[in-house]
């Protein structure tokens, strides 16, 4: 009797546990992919961004906007990882948190890889207007 309580608590303990690691594993997924998404970001500015105002010759407004670009993603990765951090207690499904990290994971990739080319973009359309 006591043996047959002891393997329903530790039965009830482990799943509890498993449920807490998937939880945190979208966490830690979301978490790694702001990293990664962030560093790519930074080496697309410094590469992309910085040589073509270089090359350019223009005033310091431009590294004004390449300043506030960084300010501004940096805020927008955090509230990735607060919301993952939040869904995790949200008691959805393992495919319902597969699609929308998905989703999630595809907005914040392209943010980074494309907001420097848009701003790049943007200083060239500027540039010709004067």
């Excluded at 509890?16 to 990293?35: E, G, I, P, Y």
């Excluded at 008691?91 to 998905?102: P, T, V």
Aim: proline share 2%; charged share 15%; with cysteine.
């Amino acid at each position: 009797m006591v043996a047959a309580a002891s393997r329903k608590s530790v039965s009830k303990n482990r799943a509890q546990h498993d449920v807490q690691h998937l939880d945190v594993r979208w966490d830690k997924k979301m978490s790694n992919n702001c990293a990664a998404a962030l560093l790519a970001y930074t080496v697309l500015q410094i590469f992309v961004v910085l040589r073509f105002i270089e090359t350019t010759g223009m005033s310091i407004a431009p590294y004004f906007g390449l300043v506030l670009l960084v300010a501004v993603i940096i805020p927008f990765c955090r509230n990735f990882e607060k919301r993952w951090t939040d869904m995790s207690s949200s008691g959805l499904s393992e495919q319902s948190l597969a699609a929308k990290f998905r989703s999630d994971q595809i907005v914040l990739w392209v943010l980074a890889i494309g907001l420097p080319f848009v701003f790049v973009a943007l200083i060239k359309a500027i540039g010709m207007m004067f």
